[in-house]
């Protein structure tokens, strides 16, 4: 197993300038999350998805945008990248435990390599 | 809405001496779980240990230890004996009841050298 794997990674931009970061991850997971990293500062969170089709805000989501057609696969777009997206981005999967009138647990999430990118 | 502190920017340890990693966290759930990741220099995440809200016994893995403590908020984390290759940023990072998003801390880098 790949576990989850993220698209490109290293990417410079401009200003302006829009782009793509896929995210895979082969564990059938119904969770799945963005992250982005800057120094000082941890992981703040972008966006997350609870299943194929839905996609939620998250801490930092201005200048963002995502999708999940397929369980699989969540996209984070950038439609006019700013200097102030430098940053590493890092997709991650996760999965919950109980049903419906049980107690839901949530588990370990699982990250990928990470995206390093610099806006000019 | 959920906080978690990492007081220490970096510790510094010469390798056989124990290092701890302090964590202080802030939630209004009653469940709620806890976890530990590791950075290493290449940059990934490594999942090291969750901790639910429910359960306070401490754990032992190896050179590594965790002390829970509910009435303190605190999640620390020790390195006996370190080893160079522990050199590393270790984030605290929280969960609540709402689809697992986990709220980090800002990280502490240890670096241990021979």
């Given at each position: 197993n790949a576990g989850v794997t993220q698209t490109p990674k290293f990417r410079v931009l401009k200003t302006g300038q829009s782009m793509t970061l896929l995210c895979a991850q082969?564990?059938?997971?119904e969770y799945m999350y963005w992250y982005r990293q800057d120094p000082g500062m941890g992981l703040r969170l972008i966006h997350y998805s609870v299943g194929e089709g839905t996609t939620a805000k998250g801490e930092v989501p201005d200048g963002y945008n995502v999708s999940?057609?397929?369980?699989?696969n969540f996209l984070l777009g950038l439609e006019s990248a700013a200097p102030s997206q430098t940053s590493v981005y890092f997709c991650a999967s996760s999965y919950s435990k109980g049903t419906s009138g049980e107690i839901i647990t949530y588990n370990e999430q699982f990250f990928g390599p990470g995206t390093r990118l610099t806006v000019l | 809405a959920q906080k978690v502190t990492q007081a220490q920017t970096e510790i510094s340890v010469v390798e056989k001496e124990d290092v701890t990693l302090d964590c202080v966290y802030e939630t209004r759930d009653t469940t709620y779980y806890l976890f530990w990741y590791k950075q290493p220099p290449s940059g990934e995440l490594v999942f090291l240990i969750r901790r639910n809200s429910f359960d306070e016994q401490n754990e032992i893995s190896g050179r590594y230890s965790w002390n829970f403590q509910k009435s303190t908020s605190s999640f620390n984390f020790t390195i006996t004996a370190?080893?160079?290759?522990?050199?590393a940023v270790y984030f605290c990072a929280l969960s609540g009841r709402s689809w697992g998003k986990l709220q980090f801390g800002a990280g502490t880098q240890v670096v241990v050298t021979p």
């Open positions: 082969d564990m059938n997971h999940r057609l397929k369980k699989q | 370190s080893q160079v290759v522990d050199s």
